[in-house]
């Protein structure tokens, strides 16, 4: 028997069970769960920090010091938490739907750590690092923001993440895009929306005919146009979604 609280309907239990070719974009409310603050709202990192002196490349170049406090901050509280049911629930889903792909605008691993694979990482990765000029990957764990350490071409080390104004990696969207645009199923969970070319791909999947999910406990631009809603937490939502559809009888 299933005991289950929320409504799933026919239709998306039917594109689950069919294997369906599904996108699933997260934001950073998957993973509020696990205790990484969100950037928007009443709690958002956003509304506390200016990220134009901490998440732009001419905030880096002006005060890095400030900034790499910012992400190693940032780093040693993604490092003490863990992926809650939502990650969890989305990397089972993953092992029985071959066609799922998972893109994401966070950079805090916690799919990965789930078991997720073939995450499609939008704004980069904030365990990595570069070079501030030749983009070389840099595999540093902890900075010290006093002491910033160099490239061998002499640029300064900076975090491997996209900051406001800077293109996204080529690949990375490029490949979500065209994903999206052939997706049969679309989850977009934990997101604003409002930071773009990410915020336009339930958009692409809705006009090329996928059936479009919202997991958000807050109505977001994406909400009017969803096929179906659930304003609930993801941790919450998403086990209660999957074991509706591998629980289904046929
Ligand atoms: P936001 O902080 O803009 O939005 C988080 C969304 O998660 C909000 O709509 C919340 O209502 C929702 N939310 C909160 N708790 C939730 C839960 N338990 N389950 C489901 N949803 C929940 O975050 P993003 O949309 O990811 O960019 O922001 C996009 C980008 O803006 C980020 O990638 C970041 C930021 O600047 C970079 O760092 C480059």
Redesign the pocket.
């Known amino acids: 028997m299933n005991i289950s609280a929320v409504q799933v309907s026919k239709s998306l239990i039917e594109l689950l069970r069919s294997d369906s070719k599904t996108v699933v974009l997260t934001?950073?409310?998957?993973s509020?769960?696990s205790g990484v603050p969100?950037?928007?709202?009443k709690d958002?990192l956003?509304n506390k920090f200016d990220?134009r002196e901490l998440?732009t490349f001419s905030a880096f170049m002006a005060n890095p010091k400030l900034v790499w406090e910012w992400y190693q901050f940032r780093r040693d509280l993604i490092d003490k938490v863990m992926p809650n049911q939502?990650h969890i629930a989305l990397a089972e889903m993953e092992k029985s739907l071959k066609q799922l792909r998972i893109v994401t605008?966070?950079?805090d691993n916690l799919h990965q750590r789930a078991g997720s694979r073939g995450v499609i990482e939008l704004?980069g990765n904030i365990a990595r690092n570069k070079c501030v000029n030749c983009s070389a990957p840099i595999a540093e764990r902890e900075i010290d923001p006093d002491n910033i350490p160099l490239c061998e071409c002499g640029g300064k080390i900076r975090p491997d993440?996209?900051?406001?104004g800077e293109p996204l990696p080529v690949e990375a969207i490029e490949t979500a895009q065209q994903e999206s645009a052939s997706a049969e199923l679309f989850f977009s969970?934990?997101?604003?929306?409002?930071?773009y070319p990410?915020a336009d791909l339930p958009r692409i999947a809705k006009r090329a005919g996928a059936y479009l999910v919202e997991?958000?406990?807050?109505p977001?631009a994406i909400t009017p146009y969803a096929d179906e809603v659930f304003a609930l937490?993801?941790?919450e939502a998403l086990p209660q979604i999957w074991q509706c559809a591998v629980g289904h009888s046929n």
């Open positions: 934001g950073a409310g998957i509020a769960e969100t950037f928007r709202g958002g956003w990220p998440a939502g605008q966070n950079v704004h993440i996209v900051w406001f969970i934990g997101t604003s929306a409002e930071v990410a997991i958000n406990p807050d977001t937490p993801a941790g």
